[in-house]
């Protein structure tokens, strides 16, 4: 088995800030990693790059399609990295204002993806928007509302919805719990995981919340200063870090 998708050498600067500073990392398919470190790490930065929204200065992100056919992000035609960011992967943002359409119905935010890929059956479109709905435990009655009616929490699932409904094989989900209540955060969470699950999904998981990673991710990449300090499974970099960052940030989860 290869890697879904994969980086290296990979900078990205700001002016004098450093925000990936010759990376290299990997995701394996139905593998969910998550990416941790305090805010101005670079954690985001990285997820921008690896999911085409932002380029890179240098180094190359290589995406392994279904077929087994490669592709370089960075080299192929804009309408093909379209193509393959509404199809074989979604990105599901933190804010989802940026990721919904606030005057479309739900059901016409789901369904416009549909139609993205190539789908035009009204009937189809709008069952798969249904079956969505009711996946992520959103009433399917309120197909025809309007995203601005509903929760933050619902929110969010919606934005799922929408990124689910072509069947992806990577999800890239920059921390999709933050700003939310706790109980809220923690049935989304739960949905997740079983998302991510039954769909064999690979998941790049952006998030600053230790607890969070280590609830949806078999493994984990810790970044500072742009550069990956610490990674390995979960549970073994959280309960023994080795890092002295590392620690740092569990101790600080421990104060609490």
């Known amino acids: 088995m290869s890697p879904i998708l994969e980086a290296r050498q990979l900078i990205k600067t700001f002016g004098r800030i450093v925000a990936c500073d010759d990376l290299d990392m990997e995701v394996w398919p139905g593998e969910a990693l998550a990416v941790v470190g305090e805010s101005g790490s670079g954690k985001t930065t990285l997820l921008r790059c690896l999911s085409g929204l932002l380029a890179p200065d240098s180094g190359a992100v290589t995406f392994r399609s279904l077929g087994g056919e490669t592709s370089d992000l960075y080299a192929i035609s804009a309408a093909r990295l379209r193509f393959l960011m509404r199809t074989e992967w979604g990105f599901v943002h933190q804010n ?139 549970d073994r970099v959280l309960d023994d870090p080795q890092h002295p960052y590392t620690q740092q940030l569990v101790a600080s989860i421990l104060r609490l």
């Not at 998302?195 to 999904?201: Q, S, T």
């Open 96 to 234: 989802p204002y940026q990721g919904l359409r606030m005057n479309v119905s739900a059901g016409g935010n789901i369904g416009e993806r549909l139609m993205a890929a190539g789908d035009r059956h009204y009937g189809r479109i709008r069952g798969q928007a249904t079956h969505w709905l009711n996946e992520l435990e959103i009433d399917s009655a309120r197909i025809d509302e309007h995203p601005r009616t509903f929760s933050g929490g619902m929110l969010q699932r919606l934005q799922i919805a929408r990124n689910l409904v072509t069947g992806p094989r990577l999800l890239f989900m920059d921390e999709p719990t933050g700003g939310l209540d706790v109980s809220v955060q923690a049935r989304l969470l739960d949905l997740l995981r079983d998302l991510i699950e039954r769909l064999d999904l690979a998941v790049i998981f952006v998030t600053h919340d230790l607890a969070v990673a280590r609830l949806i991710a078999e493994r984990i990449m810790v970044m500072r200063d742009g550069q990956v300090v610490e990674q390995g499974l979960t």
